[in-house]
Nanobody, 122 residues
Framework: QVQLVESGGGLVQPGGSLTLSCAAS????????MAWYRQAPGKQRELVAR???????NYADSVKGRFTISRDNAKNTVQLQMDSLEPEDTAIYYC????????????????WGQGTQVTVSA
């Protein structure tokens, strides 16, 4: 199993940038899809961005073109670069790791970080 710790959250102005980092306690170089989710007050948790073990990336439509997800397997970290931030981006951001048990299926074990607060406000 993997422990995940997020960092980098804080208060930024609209249009500003912020970079989140997720540190994993174990190697995530193989068989792990990594993702960022977020949950705003009164809303459901939603997928923000995902990067698979092979490097395939997908983003939520709401952040496409503004956010960039990347991973550094040597450092066991995943980053989320957030540009052109909007008040609607305000949420707790969670790092997620999914251990793939059966390739090309939904079978896997998921691990979650504690979250880091991102607040976009003037």
């Amino acid at each position: 199993q993997v422990q995940l710790v997020e960092s980098g959250g804080g208060l930024v102005q609209p249009g500003g940038s912020l970079t989140l980092s997720c540190a994993a306690s174990r190697s995530i170089a193989t068989n792990y899809n990594m993702a960022w989710y977020r949950q705003a007050p009164g809303k459901q948790r939603e997928l923000v961005a995902r990067i698979t073990d092979s490097g395939s990336i997908n983003y939520a439509d709401s952040v496409k073109g503004r956010f960039t997800i990347s991973r550094d397997n040597a450092k066991n970290t995943v980053q989320l670069q957030m540009d052109s931030l909007e008040p609607e981006d305000t949420a707790i951001y969670y790092c997620n790791a999914k251990l793939i048990l059966l390739p090309n299926t939904e079978m896997g074990l998921e691990y979650w970080g504690q979250g880091t607060q991102v607040t976009v406000s003037a």
